[in-house]
């Protein structure tokens, strides 16, 4: 019977400190062509077995989305300009809106699904997250998919 692979989609700080540090040898090693894998683990802290039993099994947000479309929602205040500055984060990282769904205001309290495009083009993916996220209005995001 083939065996189902699950994926998961987690904050920073809910990722255990090890898997952090894969991620870390494998930016060194790809910045730093002549750097080999047993001076990058020990520069950042772990063993090479570590490395390599992990090292398939986590890739940062960013560096899979490329050609992909991700859908988020964001929980946000009904105000003046708070959606036109969105959009313009998601301008401004030079990814493609391809739809905008906006619920009617309950309380002063609006929801936002959003689905963009990841160009070729497009910034750091978790950068435009967190942009967004840190605008003055915004309750929560939250990525739904990524297709």
Do not use: C, W
């Not at 986590?58 to 929980?75: H, K, S």
């Amino acid at each position: 019977m083939e065996e189902r692979t699950n994926y998961y989609l987690l904050k920073q700080k809910a990722v255990p400190e090890a898997l952090l540090k894969v991620v870390e040898v494998k930016r060194l090693i790809e910045t730093n062509k002549s750097l080999s894998i047993q001076e990058a683990t020990d520069q950042v802290g772990i063993s090479r077995s570590s490395f390599y039993k992990y090292k398939d099994d986590i890739v940062p947000f960013y560096d899979n989305t490329r050609g992909r479309t991700i859908t988020f929602v964001t929980q946000m205040d009904d105000r003046p300009g708070l959606l036109s500055e969105i959009l313009h984060i998601v301008s401004d990282f030079k990814a493609n809106i391809l739809t905008i769904h906006q619920s009617i205001p309950v309380n002063g309290i609006a929801l936002v699904t959003l689905s963009v495009e990841v160009r070729e083009e497009t910034g750091n993916v978790s950068a435009m997250i967190g942009e967004i996220e840190k605008q003055q209005g915004i309750h929560y995001l939250k990525i739904l998919a990524r297709e």
